[in-house]
């Protein structure tokens, strides 16, 4: 086996578990499983990537086109500042856009919890960087287990393999990726406690 196996296999995991990837998987199903039909949670879906994730994908290639960042999961901690502050504007005027459009609650409260993480994130990354990967993975599994009920958990296997493809690839350490996936939830599960949203899915 060669030697730079485990770091091909923790890269592959790392690009297609990413956060652009998976918030496409998690808008698809939160509208699923709260629209009034699948063309309507495709619509909603549709909107909601338009409005936030597409804007910051696009804007994250041109500073590594261009050099100003390096890379598209800006590993760099000093480099994520400006990302971070996107990132909130995008998701405020996304969840706010949302509401008045009257998206489904689920994914306006998604979005909520969201900008909720990335103000957090964004206040730690001034001394210390944290994991998004797992943060956006365990927020994500949390979403679907509040929407989808505890069949959703078996995902849950996808935090600690994510959690290792960072650490394998010396982008975090395991306090990093912890700290991450343990901050997300516990976000998560508290602004959707604010709308009363824990503990009514029905499997």
């Not at 994914?107 to 969201?114: E, I, M, P, T």
């Not at 989808?148 to 958990?153: H, K, Q, T």
Request: proline share 3%; glycine share 6%; hydrophobic share 60%.
């Amino acid at each position: 086996m060669p030697l730079d196996t485990p770091k091909r296999l923790a890269t592959l995991v790392s690009n297609i578990f990413s956060p652009f990837l998976m918030s496409i998987a998690l808008m698809v199903l939160v509208g699923l499983r709260s629209a009034r039909d699948t063309a309507d949670a495709f619509k909603w879906a549709l909107a909601a990537l338009a409005m936030s994730i597409l804007p910051i994908f696009v804007i994250i290639f041109y500073l590594v086109r261009s050099d100003r960042i390096e890379s598209m999961f800006v590993n760099v901690r000093r480099e994520r500042h400006r990302i971070y502050l996107l990132s909130g504007l995008f998701a405020a005027a996304t969840c706010v856009a949302l509401y008045l459009l009257g998206a489904p609650l689920p994914l306006v409260v998604s979005f909520l919890a969201a900008l909720t993480t990335i103000l957090v994130f964004g206040g730690i990354n001034l001394w210390w960087k944290i994991s998004v990967h797992t943060a956006f993975t365990a927020s994500s599994i949390t979403i679907l287990i509040l929407l989808y009920g505890y069949v959703a958990a078996v995902a849950a296997i996808l935090v600690p393999v994510i959690g290792w493809s960072r650490i394998e690839l010396e982008h975090h350490s395991l306090m990093q990726v912890t700290a991450g996936a343990v901050l997300a939830v516990l976000i998560t599960v508290g602004v959707f406690a604010l709308f009363g949203m824990v503990g009514t899915a029905t499997t």
